[in-house]
């Protein structure tokens, strides 16, 4: 069954603006990543954030957890065409190591 | 070496014709994944293996599917008796334990004809 759900399922919007995916889960984890896609090939890990942690930044890249609400946000600054990409968030269920992915957010970033 | 290597990387087959998908895991990596993504969609997890403990097949479709792994080294994914809704990408992604950042190959393209 699916842990992670993201929302928007597609978004897109220009360069320079920023772009906001949101994740929501079912029950308690570890800790909540978030992976990029291109091209429907290898994912690549961009960052993890802790079940004790409320906010990570990574360059142009801020994702916030809410354990209470059971949700997280990714926020791209600045967004680039080269951003342009499907993004996933994946957790841990219910503390166990086996990584599920939601359905993924597909972005587009015109120049 | 230096990622997860896959192979072979595209897989055209025949409907119930066995296969087999090989991932090569980071030196190191404890933990390997196989994921599944049909076209379009997100990744379904199949199997998680985990340095010597039991592997977690509550992804597995079907009896059809089943893997290995030798240690912590090279991983194979057997379909046998592959159908069209077989077709889809599958995944490797291999991390230094459970939780932690997974890196992944590219991914085999199967092709059930």
């Known amino acids: 069954s699916q842990q992670g759900e993201e929302d928007p399922q597609a978004l897109s919007i220009q360069e320079g603006e920023n772009a906001t995916m949101n994740c929501s889960y079912k029950?308690?984890?570890?800790?909540l990543q978030w992976y990029r896609q291109n091209s429907g090939r290898g994912l690549v890990h961009l960052i993890l954030?802790?079940?004790?942690?409320r906010e990570k930044h990574s360059g142009r890249l801020r994702v916030t957890l809410d354990t209470s609400k059971k949700s997280s946000s990714l926020l791209i600054t600045a967004s680039r065409a080269a951003d342009t990409a499907s993004y996933f968030c994946?957790?841990?269920?219910?503390?166990?190591?086996?990584?599920?992915f939601g359905k993924g957010t597909m972005l587009l970033v015109s120049p | 070496g230096a990622g997860v290597s896959q192979s072979p990387s595209n897989k055209v087959t025949e409907k119930g014709k066995d296969v087999e998908l090989r991932c090569d895991p980071i030196?190191?990596?404890?933990?390997l994944y196989w994921y599944r993504q049909r076209l379009g969609q997100g990744l379904e997890f199949l199997i998680y293996?985990?340095?010597?403990?039991?592997?977690?097949k509550s992804g597995l479709p079907s009896d059809r599917f089943s893997a290995e792994r030798t240690g912590e080294s090279v991983s194979t994914l057997t379909i046998q008796r592959t159908q069209q809704e077989d077709s889809a990408v599958y995944l490797c992604?291999?991390?230094?334990?459970?939780?932690?950042?997974?890196?992944f190959g590219s991914g085999t393209q199967l092709s059930v004809l």
């Open positions: 992604a291999s991390s230094l334990g459970g939780n932690e950042k997974l890196f």
């Open positions: 029950t308690s984890i570890n800790n």
């Open positions: 954030i802790r079940s004790n942690e």
């Open positions: 994946a957790t841990d269920v219910g503390g166990y190591s086996t990584l599920t």
């Open positions: 030196s190191g990596h404890t933990a």
């Open positions: 293996f985990q340095g010597n403990s039991a592997p977690d």
